[in-house]
């Protein structure tokens, strides 16, 4: 929350493509706050992981002491939003290689999943719960998700394979949103705050 009381979004800025968020936000015409520190997660209301690599942002976690403080901010019922490597460190099982994550979404991921020929691509996904439009979609060494858990809803499909998916509060995209003009995926998460915000 700021001071003014209007309610804030944090995004993890400790590696990654962080800049591009609040830029949509802005946009969406929600408050932001860069998030580099555990204690940085007191004053927001939800939690932005951005894309980035993923392993490189588990160990300034472990350092930090931030998977545990991201832990107890799910627990708290607030939302989180992860987006490529975000979307990896939500997981419950990563493969190509195992590693550690937060397991807060129960689902298997696969890094690098789409091989190294199309690495990078821009496609066109349905999201048809989100919107009656093609969803332009971004996607940058992705992951592909393999499993989705039972309470897991899959939300965005691009060539059959699900992208963008949620459970509960909780909601990861393999692609990045942020890097379109297309507001509508940070629009539905910024509508988990609630009415106030
Ligand atoms: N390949 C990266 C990882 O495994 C994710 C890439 C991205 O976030 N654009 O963490």
Redesign the pocket.
């Known amino acids: 929350m700021t001071k003014n009381g209007k309610k804030a979004i944090g995004i993890l800025a400790i590696q990654?493509d962080f800049a591009m968020h609040a830029r949509m936000l802005e946009r969406v015409g929600v408050g932001w706050r860069l998030v580099k520190h555990a204690r940085d997660l007191q004053g927001v209301d939800g939690l932005i992981l951005p894309?980035?690599?993923?392993?490189t942002m588990l160990k300034l976690f472990a350092s930090e002491g931030m998977d545990k403080a991201i832990k107890d901010f799910a627990a708290q019922g607030k939302p989180i939003f992860g987006t490529?490597?975000g979307a990896?460190l939500l997981a419950t099982e990563v493969l190509n290689p195992p590693q550690e994550r937060l397991g807060l979404i129960d689902m298997t991921v696969e890094?690098?999943a789409y091989g190294r020929q199309i690495d990078s691509s821009v496609r066109f996904g349905e999201c048809p719960e989100l919107a009656d439009h093609p969803v332009e979609m971004v996607f940058?060494?992705?992951?592909v998700i393999r499993r989705v858990g039972e309470g897991v809803r899959v939300l965005g499909r691009s060539d059959g394979l699900p992208v963008l998916v949620e459970a509960g509060q909780l909601l990861a995209a393999t692609f990045?949103p942020e890097l379109t003009q297309d507001e509508t995926i940070h629009q539905y998460f910024v509508n988990k705050l609630g009415s106030d915000s």
């Open positions: 990654g894309g980035g690599e993923s392993t490529c490597a990896i890094r690098n940058i060494r992705a992951p990045h």
